[in-house]
C-alpha cells in the first residue's frame, strides 16, 4: 500500500459545509471547513457529533441528515471498523445510550518480550567484549610473546573501544538505511569474524584486527539495541524494557568474569573465552530473521501494509487502527518528510534535543563510572579483600542489583527523576571516597569507607546514569534523526571512554587520586543543575507525543 493512501485511511476530508467534532471526554473541539484534515488519533472511545444528530465513533454509520462528510468517515474507518461493536440505531437517528468501548481492553494476541530478548543479546555482547579482556590480558599476552610490551597491550585493549567509536557512527547510517533487524543481521559478521580471529590468532597483528572488528560490532549493537527496543515497546512499559538494555550489558560483563575462572588451571582457555562470543551473534542473526521490523521506520519508508503487519504481531491484531492512527498523528515526521542526513543534526530545529543526548553521555563517562572500576580492586586490596575476581564480582553485582530496580522504577518514577536522584548519590559517593583518602580522622576507617563509597557510587550509576541515558534518547529524538541522533550520542559515549582510559592513570598520577575523586564530584553536581534545566520525563507518553512536543514542524 502506498504512503498517499494514509489520508483516506487515517484523516477525514471534510465536506463542503462545516462538520463540528464534540470529543466529550476530553472537551475538545476540532472544526472542518471544506477541504481541511482532521485527525483520528483521538476518536477511540468517544462519541462524536455531527450536526444535530449523535453517532458511535465505535463503529461509525451514515444518518440521513449527515452530509457526504459523515459517509467520508465511515469509509475512513471501514478498515478497523469490525473492532468496534455498533449500536442500532432508533428510528429517528438518535442513539438513546452510548456506551463507549475501549479497544485496549481487549486481550492482546501479540508480544514484545521475545523480540526485546533477541535484542539484548546484542547487549550481552557488548558488555561480554568490554569485560573478557581483563581477565584474559596477562594469559593472552603470554602467548603471543609481548607479556613486557606494555604498548602493545594497551593496543590490544583500546582497540575495542577504537573500533566500537567508528560502529557507532556507522550503526545510525545502516538503521535508516536498511532497517533495524537488517542492521543486526549485518552487524553479526564483524561480531563473528572478530570472535573468530581473536581465538585463533597467532599474532599480535591478527588480535588487534580482531578485537577492530569487535569493537565496531559493539559499537553498532550500542546504538541500534536501545533504539529497536524503543520503537517496538509499547508506551505503557516502554521504560522497564529499555532498561533491559543495561541491565543485559551488566550480564554481560558478569559472564565474562565467570569465563575466566577456568585461567588459572588452564592458561590457553583465554582462547575459548573469546571464540564463545561467536554464539550470541550468531544466535542474534537468526533471531532477527524472524524478528518483526520496526513499525515507526517502516511508516517512515511509506511501506504502510508492512508497519501493521510488524503491528500485529508486536501488539496484536486488535491495536493495529490504534497504533497505526497513533503514528500517522506523528504529523511532521511521516512518509512526506524526507530522510534526515548528518548535518540535519545540527539544525536549529533539532540541535537543542540532539545536545541533550550528547550531553547525557558525556556526563555519564565523565562521572568516573569507568575510573572507579579501575581502581576498584587496589581499593579493596587495602582493606584485605586480596581477589581480583572477588572485588570484580562486588562491582558487578552492585551494577546488576541497582539496574533491576531501576528496571521496576522506571515506569513509575520516570526518567528525568531517576538521573537527579543518580547524579546526586554519584556525587555523594565520590566526595566520600575523596574524604576518606584525605581526612586524617577517617584514617583508622578509610579502606571500609572507601569500600562502601565505591559500591554506593556503583549502586547510583545503576539507578539512573547507566540505563537511563540509552533508553530516553530514543523517545526524545524525533523519529526522522532518532537513529543518526542516537549514533551521535554514542559516539561522545566511546570518545569520552577512550580519552577516559588513555589519560586517567597519568591524570592520577599527577593530581592524585583524591583530587580525580573531588573532580568527578562537581561533574556529578553539574550534571545534576544541567538535567533539571533541559530533560523533559517522557514517562507514560508516545513517541509520537513526545515528538511533536520537542521537535515541532516547520
Known sequence: MQASSLSSMYA???????????????????????????????????TCMTGSHRISCCGLRSVSSVSMGTELVRTAFSRSSSRFPVKALPSDGDIEEV??????????????????????????????????????????????????NTVLQGWIVSTLLAGATVGSFTGGALADKFGRTRTFQLDAIPLIVGAFLTATTQSVQTMIIGRLLAGIGIGISSAIVPLYISEISPTEIRGAL????????????????VAGLPLAGNPLWWRIMFGVAAVPAILLALGM?????????????????????????????????????????????????????????????????????????????????NAVVYYSTAVFRSVGIASDVAASALVGASNVFGTTIASSLMDKQGRKSLLITSFCGMAASMLLLSLSLTWKVLAPYSGTLAVLGTVCYVLSFSLGAGPVPALLLPEIFASRIRAKAVALSLGMHWISNFF????????????????VYLGFSAVCLLAVLYIAGNVVETKGRSLEEIERELNPAI
Request: hydrophobic share 45%; glycine share 10%; aromatic share 12%.
Open 12 to 46: 477525514i476530508k471534510g465536506s463542503s459545509s462545516a462538520i463540528n467534532f464534540h470529543f466529550h471526554p476530553l472537551n475538545r473541539r476540532i472544526s472542518t471547513t471544506n477541504t481541511s484534515l482532521v485527525s483520528l488519533s483521538n476518536f477511540n472511545n468517544n
Open 99 to 148: 456506551v463507549p468501548i475501549n479497544p485496549s481492553q481487549n486481550k492482546s494476541t501479540g508480544t514484545v518480550f521475545p523480540f526485546v530478548g533477541v535484542a539484548c543479546l546484542g547487549a550481552v555482547l557488548f558488555g561480554y567484549h568490554l569485560g573478557v579482556v581483563n581477565g584474559a590480558l596477562e594469559y593472552l599476552a603470554k602467548d603471543l610473546g609481548i607479556a613486557e
Open 242 to 257: 529499555g532498561s533491559v538494555n543495561q541491565l543485559f550489558i551488566c550480564i554481560g560483563i558478569l559472564l565474562a568474569l
Open 289 to 369: 530473521a524472524f524478528s518483526p521490523e520496526s513499525p515507526r521506520w517502516l511508516f517512515q519508508q511509506g511501506r504502510i501494509a508492512e508497519a501493521e503487519k510488524s503491528i500485529k504481531t508486536l501488539y496484536g491484531k486488535e491495536r493495529v487502527a490504534e497504533v497505526m492512527l497513533e503514528l500517522a498523528s506523528g504529523g511532521q515526521s511521516g512518509p512526506a518528510e524526507p530522510e534526515a542526513g548528518w548535518f540535519d543534526l545540527f539544525s536549529s530545529r533539532y540541535w537543542k534535543v540532539v545536545s541533550v543526548g550528547v550531553a547525557l553521555f558525556f556526563f555519564q563517562q565523565m562521572a568516573g563510572i
Open 500 to 515: 577516559i582510559g588513555l589519560y586517567f592513570l597519568s591524570v592520577v598520577n599527577k593530581f592524585g587520586i583524591s583530587t
